[in-house]
């Protein structure tokens, strides 16, 4: 009697109930930490990779306050990126959470992608990260970033003196912003992951609120519109997000904290003028988000001290609970 034909692998249902594609032969999927000190594009190349805006860039060192997580799904891996705040040599008590952060993302990837800068490579604060890779026994990879700003011969010393401190790890030279060599990056990472099942739904793009990312998007404006130290005492909050039934518009409404007095007059501005000019200028990536018009609301106030207040921090999501 012959043999019954062999079915073919079938996944479990989804919720609604259709059958899940069954996961390919050799298909991989894993964490990704990128790392860095800050303002060497983390951010920048994260977005890049995954062709959507998810974390906020400007030229001001840590930017980036939280871990970022973005999925890139691919018909052979499943890369779920996290952009983690700069790791350096910290001293307040907000810097000091922002690379404790940072360094737990690290022991918890599957891979670790360290991004060091082509004009200014390896500083005291790469020394810090450098021992907590040398720690670490997880799989990494160097990607040497903004290579379109400097002369190729530049590089070769830089890649022997990588090679000579991390034995045996890759060198990607690339550009984030250009988009050089990015591809055989992406392809770098999804072989080092391993092999399983997709971590995420193929359409999901992050596992954060959009609350969140609101917020985002406001203080990204603050960043690239105030100067000196006002961007970094600024946190947002968003308190409500109430869409208006049939008329497609959603009412937003957030409060930017500062921690002085005269922070907060310059954050509104004369006669309201650059409170004004920050709202104008997030209200379309919030529209684009929320994919509806947008009435947004900002109200300024301030907290005093509120880098140094551990419950203020937990509050704001920049410290975790307990």
């Not at 040599?89 to 022991?107: C, H």
């Not at 991004?115 to 040398?134: G, S």
């Not at 409404?253 to 006669?271: D, F, H, M, N």
Request: hydrophobic share 40%; no cysteine.
């Amino acid at each position: 009697m012959s043999e019954p034909p062999v079915e073919p692998p079938v996944a479990p249902p989804d919720d609604d109930g259709a059958p899940r594609p069954a996961t390919p032969a050799g298909f991989r999927a894993g964490f990704v930490a990128i790392i860095g000190r800050p303002n060497v594009g983390k951010s920048t190349l994260m977005n890049r990779l995954l062709g959507q805006k998810l974390s906020i860039t400007s030229p001001r060192p840590q930017t980036t306050r939280n871990r970022i997580l973005g999925i890139k799904s691919r018909p052979d891996a499943q890369i779920v990126f996290l952009d983690t705040p700069g790791i350096h040599r910290a001293g307040s008590l907000f810097n000091q959470e922002m690379v404790k952060a940072a360094l737990k993302t690290v022991e918890e990837a599957d891979l670790v992608l360290w991004l060091v800068e082509a004009p200014d490579p390896l500083t005291p604060d790469d020394q810090v990260i450098l021992e907590a890779l040398r720690s670490g026994a997880r799989p990494k990879l160097v990607a040497i970033n903004k290579v379109d700003l400097v002369a190729k011969p530049t590089l070769l010393p830089l890649i022997a003196e990588l090679s000579q401190l991390l034995p045996g790890t890759e060198i990607v030279p690339i550009s984030a912003t250009a988009g050089d060599n990015l591809d055989r990056l992406e392809d770098l990472l999804a072989k080092a992951l391993p092999e399983g099942p997709p971590l995420f739904d193929p359409d999901q793009v992050t596992d954060l609120p959009e609350r969140f990312f609101i917020g985002e998007l406001i203080r990204e404006q603050v960043y690239r519109l105030t100067q000196q130290e006002v961007p970094y005492a600024v946190a947002v909050e968003v308190e409500a997000v109430r869409a208006r039934t049939g008329q497609g518009l959603t009412d937003v409404v957030a409060t930017i904290y500062v921690e002085k007095p005269s922070q907060k007059a310059i954050v509104i501005g004369k006669g309201g003028g650059m409170l004004k000019e920050i709202g104008s200028r997030a209200r379309p990536g919030i529209e684009e988000l929320l994919g509806t018009r947008v009435y947004l609301q900002l109200w300024v106030k301030v907290l005093e001290a509120w880098r140094r207040d551990a419950a203020t921090l937990r509050r704001l999501g920049y410290l975790e609970s307990g």
